[in-house]
């Protein structure tokens, strides 16, 4: 087998990338008050703030798009769409929703009230926001191993079962729904195991709690399960997947990242006891059911990537991609979470930069500096982000899909060889303005 893993497609459309001077970019960083998602997409070179939504789609995609119906009700292109994540997941009732937040927003604000607990291995930053902005409480559980950057271990992204068990025994009445989020963003976009969700569902179960998946990248996952999981390896990636979600009773889905989608979402469920109460909000807030915010013609995009998110060519790459610059960045020597997920790099901030405090956000700092040196946008996903939440302090580089090429990827290395030499002198950053749900979108921040 050669070493080589090529891009399954071939490009047909280009776009000019943007290069500027670090002098244009310290200027642009004043402006945005040191804070990257104020930073205008036309002043990024490389732009790895997120995956989500930002997916290079395919001829076929395009053409789907043609032929939609935009009906108000009725529309066959929802009815596609409905067969198709119905086919994939085995759950009849699907609820789209115009992206995953929105799902969030529509679940839990049927089923929280003040006082309540979800507990799930991490759950990302806008479900905590959705969570704890109904008065509930968003329970991380993630396995021990999970909060160690530079440990190796197959599967990061688990819940720890003694713990999920001792929290639902305790707990029991005050739990509408668990979670398990796959892969597990937080932490570094780490896999869940099958054996895992297997046992999360079984406990969850015992004690009469409904089990939804947040599976935005769910083939990502299938696809570690499938090369990292005893006897799995011969297995289809979609006969994984089924797997996965029979074990739980839907699941909400933000499909800008494994739908291969600009926009969408859905919540798609096993049982129909939330179905009406869900719709009747989705009328009040998102739409119709047969489109739910979304253009019928973003409804057959996501029909077709849903197909093509499981196609193992595609899956091989967009691994190998992750991997690649993984391993060359600890070639490098640059603290990264290890072992490299799915669909993003993620750096250990508190460890590239040791003389940073967390009080003065390393991840911010480093965030920062890849800016000004080269023009990427990345994520602080630590103390900015989480509080004093956060279980590290890292820096992600979120690769869009089908967006960027392996000589993107050699000149981004050749950077970070630079920065390493000059890490030490870095300096930390201060709050001066922040909003109090999901501060991170919208903070100002000033140079210490």
């Not at 989500?52 to 789907?64: C, L, R, V």
């Not at 011969?234 to 990242?257: H, Q, T, Y």
Request: charged share 25%; hydrophobic share 40%; proline share 5%.
């Amino acid at each position: 087998m050669r070493k080589t893993i090529i891009e399954p497609f071939k490009i047909r459309v280009t776009e000019p990338l943007v290069q500027l001077t670090r002098q244009k970019r310290e200027s642009v960083l004043e402006e945005a008050h040191y804070n990257l998602f104020l930073v205008r997409s036309e002043h990024v070179t490389f732009d790895f703030l997120t995956d989500s939504g930002t997916t290079a789609m395919s001829a076929a995609q395009w053409a789907a798009m043609m032929v939609s119906d935009e009906s108000y009700a009725g529309s066959r292109s929802f009815h596609r769409f409905r067969e198709k994540v119905t086919s994939i997941t085995g759950y009849p009732h699907v609820i789209p929703t115009h992206q995953g937040r929105a799902a969030e927003k529509l679940l839990f604000g049927i089923l929280l009230k003040p006082g309540m607990k979800v507990p799930s291995n991490n759950h990302f930053d806008t479900t905590r926001a959705n969570i704890e902005y109904m008065g509930a409480q968003a329970v991380d559980l993630v396995i021990p191993e999970g909060k160690v950057p530079e440990l190796e271990h197959p599967f990061k992204g688990n819940i720890d079962l003694e713990r999920l068990e001792s929290f639902c025994k305790e707990f029991k009445d005050k739990i509408p729904l668990g979670m398990l989020t796959i892969t597990n963003n937080t932490g570094g976009g780490q896999p869940v195991s099958l054996e895992n969700i297997r046992d999360a569902a079984r406990i969850y179960h015992r004690y009469g709690i409904p089990f939804i998946l947040d599976a935005c990248r769910f083939a990502e996952n299938a696809w570690f399960i499938k090369t990292r999981e005893p006897a799995r390896d011969r297995d289809p990636i979609r006969n994984i997947v089924r797997e996965i979600f029979d074990l739980a009773d839907g699941c909400m889905m933000s499909a800008k990242k494994d739908g291969l989608v600009n926009i969408g979402g859905f919540i798609a469920l096993k049982h129909e006891t939330w179905v009406q109460d869900l719709r009747n909000q989705l009328i009040l807030t998102e739409g119709f059911p047969t489109y739910g915010g979304l253009a019928a013609r973003d409804l057959e995009a996501l029909t077709v990537g849903l197909d093509e998110v499981l196609e193992e060519d595609y899956l091989r790459y967009r691994i190998a991609t992750s991997h690649y610059m993984g391993r060359r960045l600890i070639e490098l020597g640059i603290p990264i979470v290890r072992p490299v997920g799915g669909h993003a790099i993620y750096i250990d901030a508190a460890k590239f930069l040791p003389q940073i405090p967390k009080s003065e956000f390393p991840g911010q700092a480093l965030a920062v500096e890849l800016y000004l040196q080269d023009g990427i946008r990345s994520c602080e996903i630590g103390s900015v982000m989480f509080k004093e939440a956060a279980p590290m302090e890292l820096v992600r580089l979120a690769f869009p899909r089908r967006v960027y090429t392996q000589s993107h990827f050699d000149y981004i290395l050749e950077g970070f060889e630079e920065l390493r030499a000059r890490a030490a002198s870095l300096r930390g950053f201060r709050i001066t303005e922040a909003p109090p749900f999901l501060r991170h979108f919208t903070a100002k921040f000033a140079k210490l």
